[in-house]
């Protein structure tokens, strides 16, 4: 047998040797005690829904290696429908850092009973409901359209919608109208909106209407919601009232001012 295969095969059998003692080192700390988590640090960011007590108490006597951030951002929000997102640090050998971030409100979502007014809402774009209409539960929304909180206020712009709603869940275009809202603040007016079918009813501070389509691209209705608004600054005789944003060319209405 020649020198260069007695080498290769002495490297083979270190290398196997190696692999060996690495794993029964893996396998051994994984079975003894010496990862097992002893401390949890935890920090909680616009958090009140979480306990962190029983937080700390989940992680315990767990192996530090097994523990995954994915897999504990996912149980976590299984649970508390107000996390957003997690931060966790591994301290070897038996510590980590928990830094636990709240989803934050932007909206008050009022879901209302199912009428046969969808039409007619449409039709007088109306955004507050009429009194005939039962509301039926109020939630907290974020900025991603995700449900998260039963509603302790109402210091949020109100939308209202005709539909069920769980916690835990994202409304359907719930991230489309979170930007109209946005843009509707940036522009200087308030929101208060309505989801009937597939569109959006706004009615802002001074009593204008406007409508958008939930199925077109948002981005261009809002650029042309932004040009008429700059457009009626300069042409200030008669009063803007109504925006119809569906279609390619928008629809503009005024009304004369009112004599103070």
Same mark, same amino acid.
């Given at each position: 047998?020649?020198?260069?295969?007695?080498?290769?095969?002495?490297?083979?059998?270190?290398?196997?040797?190696?692999?060996?003692?690495?794993?029964?080192?893996?396998?051994?700390?994984?079975?003894?005690?010496? $990862?097992?988590?002893?401390?949890?640090?935890?920090?909680?960011?616009?958090?009140?829904?979480?306990?962190?007590?029983?937080?700390?108490?989940?992680? $315990?006597?767990?192996?530090?290696?097994?523990?995954?951030?994915?897999?504990?951002?996912?149980?976590?929000?299984?649970?508390?429908?107000?996390?957003?997102?997690?931060?966790?640090?591994?301290?070897?050998?038996?510590?980590?850092?928990?830094?636990?971030?709240?989803?934050?409100?932007?909206?008050?979502?009022?879901?209302?009973?199912?009428?046969?007014?969808?039409?007619?809402?449409?039709?007088?774009?109306?955004?507050?409901?009429?009194?005939?209409?039962?509301?039926?539960?109020?939630?907290?929304?974020?900025?991603?359209?995700?449900?998260?909180?039963?509603?302790?206020?109402?210091?949020?712009?109100?939308?209202?919608?005709?539909?069920?709603?769980?916690?835990?869940?994202?409304?359907?275009?719930?991230?489309?109208?979170?930007?109209?809202?946005?843009?509707?603040?940036?522009?200087?007016?308030?929101?208060?909106?309505?989801?009937?079918?597939?569109?959006?009813?706004?009615?802002?501070?001074?009593?204008?209407?406007?409508?958008?389509?939930?199925?077109?691209?948002?981005?261009?209705?809002?650029?042309?919601?932004?040009?008429?608004?700059?457009?009626?600054?300069?042409?200030?005789?008669?009063?803007?009232?109504?925006?119809?944003?569906?279609?390619?060319?928008?629809?503009?209405?005024?009304?004369?001012?009112?004599?103070?």
């Amino acid at each position: 047998m020649s020198p260069k295969i007695i080498k290769k095969k002495k490297v083979s059998f270190k290398l196997i040797l190696v692999l060996l003692v690495g794993i029964l080192i893996v396998f051994f700390l994984m079975r003894s005690n010496l $990862l097992n988590i002893k401390e949890v640090n935890t920090t909680l960011v616009n958090l009140n829904c979480v306990d962190s007590n029983q937080v700390k108490k989940s992680f $315990l006597n767990k192996n530090i290696l097994t523990i995954s951030k994915r897999e504990v951002e996912n149980k976590l929000k299984e649970k508390y429908f107000c996390l957003k997102s997690i931060n966790l640090e591994k301290k070897l050998p038996s510590s980590i850092n928990l830094d636990l971030f709240g989803r934050e409100a932007v909206l008050i979502l009022i879901t209302l009973e199912p009428t046969e007014a969808t039409s007619s809402a449409l039709d007088n774009l109306e955004a507050t409901p009429s009194a005939e209409e039962n509301q039926k539960d109020i939630y907290l929304l974020d900025n991603e359209g995700v449900v998260f909180s039963k509603a302790q206020d109402l210091i949020f712009p109100k939308l209202y919608v005709e539909e069920q709603v769980n916690l835990g869940e994202k409304i359907e275009e719930g991230e489309k109208i979170v930007r109209i809202l946005n843009q509707v603040k940036t522009l200087g007016l308030s929101f208060e909106g309505r989801v009937v079918s597939k569109y959006l009813l706004v009615r802002t501070n001074n009593m204008l209407k406007i409508v958008f389509s939930l199925d077109r691209d948002i981005d261009t209705q809002l650029a042309s919601l932004q040009l008429i608004l700059n457009e009626a600054k300069i042409d200030s005789k008669d009063q803007l009232e109504f925006i119809d944003l569906r279609f390619d060319k928008p629809i503009v209405r005024f009304a004369p001012k009112k004599n103070a």
